[in-house]
């Protein structure tokens, strides 16, 4: 059980297809984080949102574009993926702004397998 | 170099070993310091914070050095359900504002 929930779960997509994944929250926290998983690589973060604001866009190409109407909703828009963009994305979220509190510590939901085909 | 360095792995050793990870970082201005575990085509989740004084839970050691800029994670009396990758994570709370991600190093516990 896991108090961040994402879906879906698996997406098979196409190059030239749009999809979206969402992620919701139920822990009460401010702040919310998009992280990419690719295989035999360190977790990345892509975006960070702090009380439904953007604070920080890790380079991430434009194909992915995030969405975050309040502060227990996260979405990630795709478009014109490449197939090099297969991998886990995972959605995060921690009780306080990321960099304020000495400790802080975030949750991940159970992530998000997309394949671009 | 890279941020959080952590060496990949496999650690393959019997139960009931002791097993120790270390993990060293980059950046002398990181505050927070965490191991998380993650298991086969799961998410991370929070193993435990590690602490200036080091501390322990049940089998688990954290110990940190910031002379030599590094993390440990000690596993006593390893089981088979400690198999997974440990990821060293460290948080800058200034500037750069997110938890930074080591690579991980996967254990492998043998019956």
Known sequence: ETGVTQTPRHLVMGMTNKKSLKCEQHLGHNAMYWYKQSAKKPLELMFVYNFKEQTENNSVPSRFSPECPNSSHLFLHLHTLQPEDSALYLCASSQDPPGTVTGNTIYFGEGSWLTVV | ?111
């Open chain 2, 1 to 111: 170099r890279k941020e959080v360095e952590q060496d990949p792995g496999p650690f393959n050793v019997p139960e009931g070993a002791t097993v120790a990870f270390n993990c060293t970082y980059s950046n002398s201005a990181s505050q927070s310091f965490f191991w998380y575990r993650q298991d086969c085509r799961k998410e991370p989740k929070l193993l435990m914070s590690v602490y200036s004084s080091g501390n322990e839970d049940g089998r688990f050691t954290a110990q940190l050095n910031r002379a030599s800029q590094y993390i440990s994670l000690l596993i006593r009396d390893s089981k088979l359900s400690d198999s997974a990758t440990y990821l060293c994570v460290v948080n800058r709370d200034t500037g750069r504002r997110a938890l930074t991600f080591g690579s991980g190093t996967r254990l492998q516990v043998q019956p």
